[in-house]
């Protein structure tokens, strides 16, 4: 009877570190089903590439990696007595690493996640009736509102992470991308104080007309919000602003120049843009 019972136990036992080492072997081999994804994330070809082949290392003794995980026939990984052995015996550091890059997947739908909210176009308007194009200023407190709370999402999301053992590419990926939403956030906020300014003036257009050095700075001011807005409609969506954010701070820099000789209006900051950070890579 006890011997019936032992018998039972262990089969009971092989089969649950079985399908616990199914499910290891699937988490890291699933996405290898999407192609697409992997053409457009070349980081996460390359973080799944070392995720599997640490896992093959620990439980195989070989270094074979995404092809032979993603080959294996499952009955016959249970089938050897030693698959299940060496399984049992690293399933510590196998149950890390595969925490670790779940993580990774769960970092990477959240970058993607962030971009589709973020997909938003700038919407024109013309200002008080006339032809003269601007942003309008419902866009400016959609897309705020989106980066603020896009900036808190990431912020937290970073908070949950030091460090990870097999590879930081995707945590450093993480913190790059962070970085270009805080700098779109302030880029966007730059934009609309300029043009906030800059409408104040054009409000006070006919009293400027008296002095002719006023209303050509006027003028002046309006040519260079109207090179803004030409970037503006060939790159419609704000995300896109980061390709050409070298540009777009050399136009405020010279629009909020112009601005400062004009009376109406008042300068947060002689230079729209302090910062001397690139657009990180992600």
């Known amino acids: 009877m006890r011997s019936s019972v032992n018998k039972k136990r262990a089969e009971f036992e092989t089969i649950k570190v079985s399908a616990e080492a199914g499910k290891a072997v699937f988490s890291l081999v699933e996405i290898l089903n999407y192609d697409k994804l ?3 994330n070349k980081t996460l070809a390359e973080e799944n590439k070392i995720y599997c082949t640490e896992f093959t290392k620990l439980v195989f003794q070989h270094e ?40 990774v997947k769960a970092i990477y739908e959240l970058i993607s996640k962030t971009l589709q909210n973020c997909d938003v176009n700038f919407e024109l308007d013309n200002f008080k009736d006339k032809k003269y194009i601007v942003i309008s200023h419902e866009t400016y407190s959609i897309i705020k509102n989106i980066l603020a709370e896009s ?26 991308f962070k970085v270009n939403v805080c700098d779109l956030h302030e ?20 009293v400027l007309q008296k002095n ?10 309006e040519q260079f919000y109207k090179n803004l807005i030409d970037f503006i409609q060939e790159n419609p969506k704000f995300m896109n602003l980061l390709k050409v954010k070298d540009s ?29 950070s690139k657009i990180k890579d992600f």
């Not at 900036?151 to 790059?176: A, G, H, M, V």
């Not at 409408?199 to 006919?206: F, P, Q, R």
């Not at 000789?261 to 947060?268: F, H, Q, T």
């Open 151 to 176: 900036i808190k999402t990431l912020e937290e999301s970073l908070e949950k992470f030091d460090s990870f053992k097999y590879s930081n590419k995707t945590l450093i990926k993480l913190q790059n």
């Open 38 to 40: 992997f053409e457009e």
């Open 248 to 276: 777009i701070n050399d136009i405020l820099n010279s629009l909020n120049g112009v601005l400062e000789d004009l009376p109406y209006g008042v300068a947060e900051n002689k230079n729209v843009n302090n910062s001397n």
């Open 212 to 221: 002719h050095d006023s209303f050509m700075k006027l003028k002046q001011a």
């Open 187 to 206: 880029l966007i906020m730059q934009i609309e104080a300029c043009q906030s300014r800059l409408e104040n003036n054009m409000l006070k257009a006919n």
């Open 64 to 103: 074979k990696g995404q092809a032979y995980l993603k080959s294996i026939k499952f009955n016959e990984f249970i089938r050897n007595p030693q698959n299940l052995e060496k399984y049992k015996e690293n399933k510590q550091e196998t149950d890390k690493l595969i925490e670790e890059w779940e993580n």
